[in-house]
């Protein structure tokens, strides 16, 4: 259920992941690969690791020795280095790849290579060269290069240079280093330019550049209607609650988020059945077969004081007003850790039911939905979950549920995880099979997934197009240029 949604809203902000958490480091990866090849680079791929590993231990050490950088990777063993006031530090064992020895980071070519590299080569300032060594555009690529040069600066860039190629620094030139930090990309220079017009006007965009512009224009918007810099939850919640903003592109792009909202909050009602079920085969030494566990979701529904588990679907949902419900309350009471899964079913149900009212009731949510979500195979989504139901609309709601949970749920699971087993050799079983019944390994708690709401909020910060107060004059100037 989560992959569907992952997937609108990798499609909502390409070019930005949940782990490219700050903006400056694709002007600097830029300039390390330019760096690189002006400095007697050669084709070795462990050469070039080398280089990308030590620039990068040498970004955390800097960023550690200011302080409050957050998004660096490998701060925490920076700081830890930092701690043994060394006169000098060689940090050239730490960004090695040596297992035995104490690295700045595991991954094999860093964050760079974990993270970064592929939404560079989405926004084209990546892509592949010889003998696998990854290198920057001769385009926008090497212009964000000079631009980073720029705004460091000659001496800055060349003790730069000799600290990456000794991998060694001393505290003196870490502060020497400053101006490479993140937050320190300056607000009049080309680099802070080159940045924004990758983020909302590259040359010749794709749909999916207009698709991020569109994302981050919605983001500033919201940060103008709160007058403040919002954070993640508080910018799915207000476009998926505003009608309009305004502008035709935009409510467009505004109706898609709305739809992977929608998507997530049924997500989080389908996995909040999932943390009953398993708390039902819990209850049990020996575990319950799925038929047990459908008879004891019909009778606890029944005895429950919350909702009508004897009134058909169709007459249950047609009582629950969309534009009215509390979402957000159910979404708050779901994600919760207080209360247990069953005293929260209701709360699943009835989002369910409104969020099957919602997409009826607009032709627009329903066709961004339709598009956006459909699925391919045996993929799952709103839509396919809906449309289960909906098939089954004139059964009682405690019937209905009992057999979502035992054929939707239970047995989703346990198909899901075998895949995994047989593909991928990972055992996420939350409950195993013994002479028939269905015995609990462990629990489930519902999790929404996480848009890239905030490191895009953060690149806008990093650029000077939002503070504490919403958007800057800057981020107003272009929303009312090119709304």
């Known amino acids: 259920m989560q992959n569907a949604g992952v997937a609108l809203y990798q499609s909502l902000l390409p070019g930005i992941s949940n782990v490219t958490l700050r903006m400056r480091y694709y002007g600097y990866y830029c300039w390390v690969s330019d760096a690189y090849a002006r400095t007697d680079a050669t084709d070795d791929f462990a050469a070039w ?7 990068e231990a040498l970004y955390a050490l800097v960023s550690a020795y200011a302080t409050g950088e957050g998004g660096v990777g490998g701060v925490d063993w920076a700081s830890r280095r930092l701690a043994f006031e060394e006169d000098v530090i060689d940090f050239a064992e730490a960004a090695s790849n040596d297992a035995n020895t104490e690295r700045y980071l595991r991954q094999s070519l860093g964050v760079f290579g974990g993270a970064y590299y592929s939404q560079m080569v989405e926004v084209g300032l990546f892509r592949q060269g ?3 060594i990854q290198r920057a555009t001769n385009g926008t690529g ?5 631009a980073f040069r720029d705004s460091i600066g000659p001496k800055v860039e060349r003790l730069l240079l000799e600290t990456i190629k000794s991998a060694r620094v001393t505290p003196r030139q870490l502060d020497r280093l400053n ?3 993140p937050s320190e990309i300056p607000e009049l220079s080309s680099e802070r330019e080159i940045y924004e017009r990758l983020l909302f006007s590259p040359p010749e965009p794709t749909e999916r550049d207009v698709s991020r512009a569109s994302s981050l224009k919605l983001i500033l ?11 993640p939850d508080a910018i799915r919640w207000h476009l998926f609650a505003v009608p309009s903003v305004g502008n035709e592109a935009l409510d467009r792009q505004r109706v898609r988020w709305e739809a992977y909202h929608c998507q997530d909050l049924m997500q989080i009602a389908a996995a909040s059945l999932l943390e009953w079920a398993t708390d039902l085969m819990g ?7 799925p038929t047990e566990i459908g008879v004891e979701v019909r009778y606890r529904l029944a005895e429950s004081e919350e909702g009508d588990a004897d009134a058909l679907w169709s007459e249950f949902r047609v009582v629950i007003d969309p534009d009215d419900y509390d979402y957000l309350g159910a979404w708050s009471q779901l994600t919760s850790r207080r209360g247990t899964a069953e005293q929260k079913v209701w709360d699943a149900i009835g989002l369910m039911a409104a969020l099957d009212r919602r997409i009826a009731a607009r032709s627009d949510l329903h066709e961004a939905a339709r598009r956006e979500l459909a699925g391919h195979g045996s993929g799952r989504s709103i839509l396919t979950e809906l449309a289960w139901i909906a098939r089954r609309e004139h059964q009682p709601v405690g019937e209905l549920i009992a057999s979502y949970v035992v054929e939707r749920v239970i047995r989703r699971h346990s198909w899901v995880a075998m895949q995994k087993l047989r593909q991928q050799r990972d055992y996420t079983f939350l409950f195993e099979v013994r002479d028939g019944r269905l015995v609990r390994r462990s629990g489930y708690a519902p999790v929404p997934t996480t848009p890239r709401l905030s490191p895009a909020v953060q690149f806008l910060e990093d650029i000077g197009l939002v503070d504490e107060d919403g958007p800057t004059p800057r981020a107003r100037a272009l929303l009312g240029a090119n709304p």
């Open 283 to 289: 209850e049990a030494d020996a575990g319950r077969t």
């Open 179 to 181: 101006p490479i930090k």
């Open 142 to 146: 090497r212009a964000a290069a000079a």
């Open 130 to 132: 010889d003998h696998g």
């Open 221 to 231: 918007r919201t940060a103008q209607a709160l007058g403040r810099r919002p954070d």
């Open 49 to 55: 690791r080398t280089w990308v590993r030590r620039a």
